[in-house]
């Protein structure tokens, strides 16, 4: 038997349209397939109506909101972002915050009190740390990831 593949991510929604605005407007994510009370957006994320999610696992015990897990996203423009999201009435779990490592982050929630977090892109970080005068090996220690990782990075551009 070969490696299982992961196809993509469910989460089940109390109103799938405010969730199908929501993950549009906000993210910029788009329908991919239409079921109704099931749909695809970009890159696997699926959203699920609360309660055929119930009948499927067979339980009327569906808990929203948890924190338990977050839906990571990256950004190559952070600040341009979190101008993006004053936009709308959005809840925040924190503001935007540096990591010890240097990336930035930014975690609000969805309608449903889904965690989503939108975190500098790696490479802009190291671009960053680059532009203050770090030295690629700086840069690898001050983020704590091997220098060969740097190096691949700026080789990219």
């Given at each position: 038997m070969g490696a299982t593949k992961y196809t993509g991510t469910l989460i089940a929604v109390s109103d799938m349209e405010k969730s199908k605005q929501f993950y549009r407007d906000v993210l910029g994510m788009n329908v991919v397939a239409d079921f109704g009370a099931n749909?695809?957006?970009?890159?696997?994320?699926?959203?699920?109506?609360?309660d055929t999610w119930m009948s499927f696992i067979r339980t009327d015990n569906v808990v929203l909101p948890n924190n338990a897990g977050e839906l990571y996203f990256e950004e190559e423009d952070l600040d341009a972002f979190c101008e993006h999201l004053k936009r709308f009435d959005i809840c925040y779990v924190h503001p935007l915050f540096e990591h010890r490592w240097g990336q930035r982050v930014v975690r609000f929630y969805d309608p449903d009190k889904h965690i989503i977090e939108v975190g500098e892109k790696l490479d802009a970080v190291i671009l960053r740390f680059m532009?203050?005068?770090?030295?690629?090996?700086?840069?690898?220690?001050r983020m704590d990831i091997p220098l060969d990782f740097v190096t691949a990075c700026l080789?990219?551009?």
């Open positions: 749909i695809t957006l970009d890159g696997g994320l699926v959203l699920q109506t609360l532009k203050q005068g770090l030295s690629a090996e700086e840069t690898a220690a080789e990219k551009g």
